[in-house]
């Protein structure tokens, strides 16, 4: 009999556990809402991104580029009995780029470096800036009715113009043809320049000194410049011409570039710069490929950049690629001076990145 009740009762028992086992796995499926869950990951992942795209917006715009160079410069400089000590000097440069409408350009320049402290230096340039960073210029470019028109701080007046000098200098002493004098020596400026689209171009530009004396008053030192070239597939000329008050009194310079360059491998330039003082300089220089590089040799009067009308200098140099970003460039010069000949040999190695 006991066995006979079980029986019936097990069943019933059953009947009653399902529904309630049903009803339970019905409230667990039910906490859990695919579609919301899915939701509020999306939601996270999109907070995510908009943090990153904040990060990104801070450090640069679209249109905005960054340039990286640094120069070594190991060499020395033996000055008559005199002997030369090796020295070792760097410089650094940033510039900074950027355009708000596509055609213009907000740029930047800061420098660093001790490129300026050694005999090497005077003759090789280079920033010298006491090992920090210095800001070296602001300017802004931009078109205006068919002119181009640059301005700020660190502009030249010749900063706009064409020139014709196809070499590559070694030493910044007889670079630009050896006609360094036309420019001036305003720290800020606003220059011009118009192509007229034929291989004619004209520049021009009014440059300001450094002290708060006025713009184009009678206690500013200011520089006016002016130049006209005419460049054409295997040549070009030009002519510049600069009023430069920072130079002492009202001293003018004239400069005359020109420059071969034949389907062949090779350029040849000349230059020639003269003053209100009848004080001049002359320039002759040729560049061809050599091998993987190219070699450079230069001779140049010195009237202008030391005073001497018997002093001349002379340069050679060769420059190869060892890869995208490395250049490296061995040469030696000669400066005949009326005191004491100079004979120097640099090598460079410069970083662009």
């Not at 090789?124 to 602001?138: K, N, Q, R």
């Not at 320049?193 to 009678?218: K, P, Q």
Request: charged share 20%; with cysteine.
């Amino acid at each position: 009999m006991k066995l006979f009740k079980s029986l019936l009762v097990a069943p019933a028992s059953l009947g009653l556990l399902a529904p309630m086992a049903v009803t339970a796995n019905e409230v667990t499926i039910n906490d859990f809402n695919a579609a919301e869950e899915i939701a509020v990951t999306n939601s996270r992942i999109d907070g995510l991104e908009a943090r990153f795209n904040n990060i990104e917006a801070g450090s640069f715009s679209d249109t905005t580029t960054a340039e990286f160079g640094s120069t070594f410069y190991v060499g020395t400089i033996d000055e008559g009995d005199d002997g030369g000590v090796t020295t070792f000097t760097y410089d650094f440069a940033m510039d900074l780029s950027t355009s708000f409408t596509g055609e213009d350009s907000l740029a930047v320049a800061v420098i660093g470096g001790n490129a300026g402290t050694t005999a090497v230096d005077d003759v090789m340039g280079g920033d010298g800036t006491e090992d920090i960073l210095t800001l070296d210029g602001v300017s802004y470019t931009f078109p205006l009715g068919g002119f181009t028109v640059t301005a700020g701080d660190g502009v030249g007046v010749d900063d706009l113009n064409t020139g014709a000098c196809a070499y590559s200098a070694f030493t910044d002493t007889i670079s630009d043809c050896g006609t360094s004098s036309v420019g001036g020596e305003a720290d800020s400026a606003v220059a011009v320049s118009y192509d007229f689209g034929n291989g004619f171009t004209a520049a021009g530009g009014v440059g300001f000194a450094t002290e708060a004396t006025g713009v184009l008053s009678d206690e500013d030192a200011s520089t006016i410049g002016l130049e006209a070239a005419y460049t054409a597939d295997t040549y070009g000329v030009s002519l510049a011409y600069t009023d430069n008050d920072e130079a002492g009194g009202d001293t003018s310079f004239y400069s005359i570039q020109a420059s071969y360059t034949p389907d062949a491998p090779y350029s040849v330039s000349a230059g020639y710069e003269f003053d209100d003082d009848d004080a001049d300089s002359i320039f002759l220089g040729l560049t061809t490929e050599v091998g993987p590089g190219s070699l450079s040799l230069g001779a140049s009067t010195q009237e202008l950049a030391d005073d001497h009308d018997d002093n001349y200098m002379y340069e050679l140099a060769y420059s190869y690629d060892v890869n995208d970003g490395m250049t490296v460039t061995p040469g030696l010069f000669i400066i005949e001076d009326a005191d004491d000949d100079e004979f120097g040999m640099v090598v460079t190695t410069s970083f662009s990145f």
